[in-house]
């Protein structure tokens, strides 16, 4: 009997991850087939008097363009945003486009992550893509620099105008969180203080005093692991988190679409 | 008569769960009981009703658990923030909270109930309480670790969640669990939770049982780290220890191997003394409070 319910079992994981592959299959189908129609549409609308300016310059200032109305047209953005890539082998190309995107459409603070602590040990690689990314997507540098936060930098600067991308791995989060408590306990044991004075807000500044940055409002988590695979513990007690399939080839809409669904979200914070 | 109502599953249900348990099932499961008062909007119905439903659910839901052979249940009833609410609602809250838990006390099984709790809070208190330990001369500042932490929390005599589930369709933790649910299977669903089914547990478990090699992948990882950053936290003490008190000349590797695994040796008697010097306190606390007189 319990070989029939263990096969059954196996059955029933199969069907899912079937039904899993049918769906991202038709996903991909329907949007080259929409893609398709959109540029037939768009070469029938045409209008052979306006210049087509072969120019990338004009298309790209139509893309930066359209990037930022489509931020100010949500109905909220968040102010920091979380990659979650929970895949193996992330494709440094594609998180590269996000972080630009994401800072295109207004969000004024990106982070990376992933749990094996793969883009921390590659943190050069990631930002001289994202480097790429925003000369070839055309995004004017002066205005849209960004500031490269790797662990243990900028302390001084404490409000940044300028986007910043920050690359966190495993060790920003249980591990900050120790090491803040070792801090307090070695200013316990020089009598600096008391233990009566710990508190929620003394642990929060010890916490935000490295990051420098709010808590994220939002986490994109990629790829098909349902957990946060120890992103940031403290940091995420208010944050939505919104799932897409995967990182490699994401477009723009796609993020857009997370972006929209974040927008129409409502916290009520405990009330 | 039992609270957590009697009574067998239907066949089809006995079926599902059997399949179910041919895989690996969840030790501990959390629940965000989310949507008693979109419920009670939603069908016309006071809020108190709303939470009344809520919690009959909630008796059916850990029936659900015992058939599927769930040891331990972790549930978020009120949260510091809920005090917000209008007096009426906190009140209505907090009565049928005593009502129904009191009855709870008749049944034997773990169910863990977080009242005006936050996570942040639980986190801040451990650090707090090695602090503590740190001024009684029980521990010193540098025995702190992750496990250290872990075991001051609330939640020190349950095994982390391995499934957290909240249900109306919200998709945040709200400031719950924060630190023990890091490697947990979170399942987001849309369903009120009045509303919420044998066959919508089910979907919760089968989402675990699709990750759980992944994230028990992620868990042995993290585990592996935390090992080898105590072992460079040992190894730093000890290479402080021997460069104060030895003579001058740099130690031999068997002396420093020698010196390493008695440090380790004695950091555990500490720390297990220290968690000792906890236990008793936490209980003094508790029996103190019940023999007070209680206020009508």
């Known amino acids: 009997m319990a070989m029939l319910y263990g096969l059954l079992w196996r059955l029933l994981l199969l069907l899912v991850h079937v039904n899993t592959a049918l769906v991202s299959w038709l996903r991909v189908r329907l949007r080259s087939w929409k893609g398709r129609l959109w540029e037939r549409a768009v070469a029938l609308n045409h209008n052979p008097d306006a210049t087509a300016n072969p120019v990338t310059g004009n298309r790209d200032d139509g893309r930066r363009a359209r990037w930022l109305s489509d931020g100010k047209a949500l109905e909220k953005l968040p102010v920091h945003v979380?990659?979650?890539?929970?895949?193996?082998?992330?494709?440094?190309?594609?998180?590269?486009?996000?972080?630009?995107?994401?800072?295109?459409?207004g969000i004024s603070y990106v982070s990376v992550y992933d749990n094996h602590g793969i883009f921390r040990k590659n943190n050069s690689r990631l930002l001289e893509e994202i480097l790429r990314q925003q000369n070839l997507l055309g995004v004017d540098g002066s205005k849209y620099s960004i500031e490269f936060l790797s662990n243990g930098s900028d302390k001084h600067n404490v409000v940044s105008c300028r986007p910043t991308v920050k690359v966190l791995s495993p060790e920003d989060g249980k591990q900050s969180i120790v090491q803040a408590a070792q801090q307090i306990c070695r200013s316990v044991e020089n009598k600096e203080r008391s233990s009566k004075d710990i508190s929620v807000s003394m642990l929060d500044v010890l916490l935000r005093e490295s990051k420098n940055i709010p808590d994220p409002d939002l986490v994109l988590k990629f790829g098909p692991v349902n957990s946060t695979l120890g992103f940031l513990p403290w940091h995420i007690r208010l944050t939505e988190f919104i799932s897409l399939p995967s990182h490699r080839d994401v477009s723009y809409d796609n993020m857009l679409d997370a972006l929209q669904r974040y927008a129409s979200c409502q916290q009520r914070l405990g009330q | 008569m039992s609270w957590i109502k009697e009574g067998d599953l239907n066949l089809l249900e006995k079926i599902s769960a059997n399949v179910l348990k041919a895989g690996p099932m969840p030790k501990h499961v959390a629940f965000i009981m989310d949507g008693n008062r979109r419920f009670a909007r939603k069908k016309n119905m006071e809020r108190q009703e709303g939470h009344m439903q809520g919690f009959n659910k909630l008796a059916e839901t850990l029936r659900w658990c015992k058939?599927?052979?769930?040891?331990?249940?972790?549930?978020?009833?009120?949260?510091?923030?809920?005090?917000?609410?209008?007096?009426?609602?906190?009140?209505?809250?907090?009565?049928?909270?005593?009502?129904?838990?009191?009855?709870?006390?008749?049944?034997?099984?773990?169910?863990?109930?977080?009242?005006?709790?936050?996570?942040?809070?639980?986190?801040?208190?451990?650090?707090?309480?090695?602090?503590?330990?740190?001024?009684?001369?029980?521990?010193?500042?540098?025995?702190?670790?992750?496990?250290?932490?872990?075991?001051?929390?609330?939640?020190?005599?349950?095994?982390?969640?391995?499934?957290?589930?909240?249900?109306?369709?919200?998709?945040?933790?709200?400031?719950?669990?924060?630190?023990?649910t890091s490697h947990s299977c979170l399942v987001f669903q849309s369903v009120l939770w009045p509303e919420y089914s044998f066959w919508n547990l089910c979907e919760a478990i089968l989402q675990y049982q699709l990750n759980h090699k992944s994230i028990q992948k992620a868990r042995e990882l993290h585990q592996e780290h935390q090992a080898l950053q105590q072992l460079e936290a040992d190894r730093a003490c000890v290479a402080e220890h021997l460069q104060h008190h030895g003579n001058g000349k740099p130690a031999d590797a068997q002396r420093r191997q020698e010196a390493l695994l008695h440090y380790t040796a004695c950091r555990e008697d500490r720390v297990q003394d220290f968690l000792e010097a906890l236990k008793h306190k936490r209980n003094s606390f508790f029996s103190d409070l019940c023999s007070k007189p209680v206020l009508a």
């Open chain 1, 82 to 105: 979380g990659l979650l890539v929970a895949e193996e082998e992330p494709s440094y190309s594609d998180v590269a486009n996000l972080v630009v995107w994401c800072m295109a459409v």
């Open chain 2, 67 to 180: 058939h599927l052979n769930i040891p331990e249940v972790t549930v978020y009833a009120f949260s510091i923030e809920n005090f917000k609410r209008t007096k009426e609602e906190v009140d209505g809250l907090m009565e049928l909270a005593k009502q129904k838990f009191e009855r709870l006390l008749e049944e034997r099984c773990f169910l863990n109930v977080c009242f005006a709790y936050t996570s942040r809070y639980e986190i801040t208190n451990a650090v707090r309480e090695m602090a503590w330990g740190v001024e009684q001369g029980l521990i010193k500042a540098s025995d702190v670790s992750e496990s250290l932490l872990s075991e001051c929390l609330y939640s020190n005599n349950s095994p982390n969640p391995d499934l957290l589930i909240r249900t109306s369709g919200e998709v945040r933790l709200s400031d719950f669990l924060l630190w023990q």
